[in-house]
């Protein structure tokens, strides 16, 4: 730590944004000429980030210092929010909540998390919703995230932990596959550790439809057609196969299921496989022997793969190829998932899902019921069952099932597929109540404001990618009448008359309960103690007890599941669940740009930030442009089967032909996700963001 001249105060603090978590300090001192506070960054070294801050970490204070944050408790009153005390909001929400689920029952009222909480928050919101609420219906945007992943890592390795190495393994790998995953821009500061195994000779096969980055650095890019990713993955294991690339003393003693995995890849054809993906059959080759025939690897999957409605299937064809040439369980070997949201790992582990319990357990075992139930002081038979995911309690909004709705941390207006549906049902809420530092689009609908703290001003833990569990700690006071997020879930625990379960002195006394509440779960943080994140950078789960030094890298020996062995998994040649008409002739993808997070509601409000990407776009080919009218940036309207949405045109030949891209993070008209698909997977229940059918045309002006 260095003494900084003139500075009026120091924060130690990691940027709220990706799942890297980079440590830094912000710093505030006044301005000479007019005596008013100005801010710089500065960051500090730590074993993810390695001392890198990439720009929105650099402009992160920007959002929390803004003039436009949410400070009072408001009510919406003939169509204009009014400033009311705490006392009064609580009591609206008893009254609103009481009088529903006296009527409708007690799941007339849902939840609906986020994947930026801190796991204290997250832990309180899931038990708020079981214990104060005794609702079912409680989920979070991380759904929309890691489920795809999460779920697969849980079937074919036993465990779903982001990284299943430490970030330092990557530099040890002689081939690194990057399956629809744009580092570059939404984890930047991880970039240098591909760079270096690059450096080091390690080939990069990267597989996006787009020219990104991070598919610049690669040595081979795969431009799959958008939601072919899992027949591609067909393709890559043929060819290992079929060439011998087997490790197959791995494949007996740590396996299951690959007679029935030979058999089907025996039956599929590579040109087909080709003709579906729009990769050719020898790229595909040199991708398959570059990967098998190196002597160590990796495999990183992220949104591109998952956000399908094939994603859990598609992630597992993928875990495919670790398991068929036995790379995991040793240095510069694994699998990871990479991470979008702030606390993707730790926001899926602690209950705001919708099947599960703290420490992973799930919500439908009797006996992960009777442990949690003990740890709350509760009966068993009062927790309530499985509710369903979170596009699907917007269905149930709609279907005014739920009547009313509690948001902490999140935009599931701007963030869920098919906004226009979502927005509907939104509306049609007898009592919407959003708990935010910002006024999201979401919040803007809600009869209710609740005024949170933001990432400076609270303390708590987050897990970032590598399942790394690090201790950010208060940096400010709150400002104005602002509450941290758990704190408002227990005073209102306790305004509905169960305080008594929710009687947290301060965050680490909510953490403490929830390493009991993990404790012999997957997800064991029993061993962390603030004490010792206070000391080390970060622990590793699992960490079964203080003395133990958490684990870095899993499945060296076995694999929890029977016999100890991992899964393979037979997965069929399909097309995505929209294809593209003569209505609609081009495949929408969407994803991320450098200076924006998730929905902008932060990015949007910082400056510096909004003025890199003031508005959204859409990148389309000049070739397709051209057949469509379309100019250069120039305004047009993008339509599919479910809305419509005005961009501005942006050529680039880095795009397929066939295909056009448009960011996430921008609402109302600039909204993709009025275009976005809503069908969603079956088994995770992520929707198909990656792909939909639309129809482009320039938009005429009188
Ligand atoms: Fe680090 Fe991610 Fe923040 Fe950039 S956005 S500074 S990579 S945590």
């Excluded at 929105?56 to 929010?81: D, I, S």
């Excluded at 089907?264 to 040109?271: A, I, N, R, V, Y």
Aim: aromatic share 8%.
């Amino acid at each position: 730590d260095q003494v900084i001249p003139d500075a009026l105060h120091v924060i130690d603090t990691q940027c709220p944004f990706c799942s890297v978590q980079c440590k830094m300090q912000v710093i505030e001192k006044k301005d000479i000429t007019n005596g008013r506070p100005v801010y710089s960054v500065v960051p500090k070294p730590n074993l993810a980030s390695e001392g890198r801050l990439c720009i929105k970490g650099m402009k992160a204070y920007q959002h929390v210092l803004t003039g436009e944050r949410l400070l009072h408790p408001m009510v919406k009153r003939n169509g204009q929010f009014e400033r009311i005390s705490w006392a009064e909001a609580y009591e609206l929400i008893v009254n609103k909540f009481g009088a529903l689920r006296q009527t409708y029952g007690n799941h007339t009222v849902g939840l609906y998390g986020g994947g930026s909480l801190t796991n204290e928050s997250a832990y309180v919101l899931g038990k708020f919703a079981r214990v104060a609420l005794q609702t079912k219906y409680i989920d979070y945007n991380g759904r929309f995230c890691m489920s795809a992943a999460a779920s697969a890592g849980v079937k074919v390795f036993g465990i779903d932990r982001g990284l299943t190495n430490p970030l330092s393994d990557i530099e040890l790998a002689d081939c690194i596959l990057l399956a629809g995953t744009n580092i570059a821009e939404c984890q930047p500061t991880l970039m240098p550790y591909f760079t270096r195994a690059k450096e080091k000779g390690a080939v990069i096969i990267a597989i996006d439809p787009r020219e990104t980055g991070t598919t610049r650095i690669a040595d081979i890019h795969l431009r799959v057609r958008p939601g072919m990713d899992a027949t591609l993955a067909n393709g890559i294991l043929k060819v290992l196969l079929e060439e011998g690339l087997v490790d197959e003393q791995f494949v007996e003693r740590r396996t299951t299921g690959f007679a029935e995995l030979k058999a089907h890849l025996d039956e599929l054809d590579m040109g087909e496989i080709a003709q579906l993906t729009g990769v050719s059959a020898e790229l595909i080759r040199k991708a398959a022997l570059s990967y098998g025939k190196a002597n160590t690897g990796m495999v990183f999957t992220a949104r591109g793969v998952e956000q399908q409605t094939d994603g859990h299937m598609a992630v597992r064809n993928f875990l495919n190829l670790v398991l068929l040439t036995g790379k995991i369980g040793k240095p510069g070997c694994g699998y990871g998932a990479v991470t979008g949201q702030g606390n993707g790992q730790g926001g899926r582990e602690h209950g705001q899902k919708a099947d599960q319990l703290p420490g992973y357990r799930l919500i439908e075992n009797p006996e992960d019921r009777a442990y949690i139930a003990n740890v709350w002081g509760i009966d068993p038979s009062e927790l309530p069952g499985k509710g369903v995911s979170a596009y699907e309690m917007m269905e149930k909004v709609h279907e005014q099932e739920i009547r009313a709705l509690f948001v902490m941390g999140s935009n599931p207006l701007v963030s869920n597929p098919n906004a226009n549906f979502v927005e509907e049902g939104l509306k049609k809420l007898d009592f919407l109540v959003v708990a935010d530092f910002l006024i999201s689009e979401t919040a803007q609908l809600a009869d209710l404001l609740l005024p949170v703290t933001a990432y400076l001003e609270n303390a708590g833990t987050l897990t970032n990618l590598e399942g790394r569990v690090l201790l950010r700690e208060q940096g400010r006071p709150a400002p104005g009448e602002t509450k941290h997020d758990w704190q408002v879930l227990c005073e209102l625990a306790e305004k509905l008359g169960r305080g008594q379960f929710f009687s947290f002195g301060d965050v680490e006394a909510v953490f403490n309960e929830l390493r009991l509440a993990s404790r012999g779960g997957t997800a064991d943080y029993y061993g962390i103690t603030y004490d010792r994140l206070r000391q080390d950078e970060g622990v590793y789960w699992p960490c079964p007890e203080v003395a133990h030094p958490g684990v870095k890298r899993l499945f060296d020996a076995s694999f929890p599941l029977p016999a100890g062995k991992a899964l393979f998994t037979t997965v069929e040649n399909h097309l995505p669940k929209e294809q593209v008409s003569a209505e609609f002739p081009l495949y929408l993808t969407t994803g991320r740009v450098l200076t924006h997070y998730l929905t902008g509601v932060q990015t949007r409000k910082s400056p510096s930030l909004a003025a890199r990407e003031v508005e959204s776009f859409m990148e389309i080919h000049p070739k397709t442009a051209k057949k469509y009218c379309i100019e250069d940036a120039t305004l047009v309207k993008l339509t599919s089967k479910r809305g419509d949405i005005y961009v501005r045109s942006r050529f680039s030949d880095a795009i397929r032909e066939d295909t056009v891209f448009v960011p996430m993070h921008w609402g109302d008209t600039q909204n993709v996700n009025k275009l976005t698909n809503d069908a969603l997977d079956p088994t995770c229940k992520m929707p198909g963001f990656k792909v939909c059918a639309v129809g482009v045309s320039p938009l005429v002006t009188e």
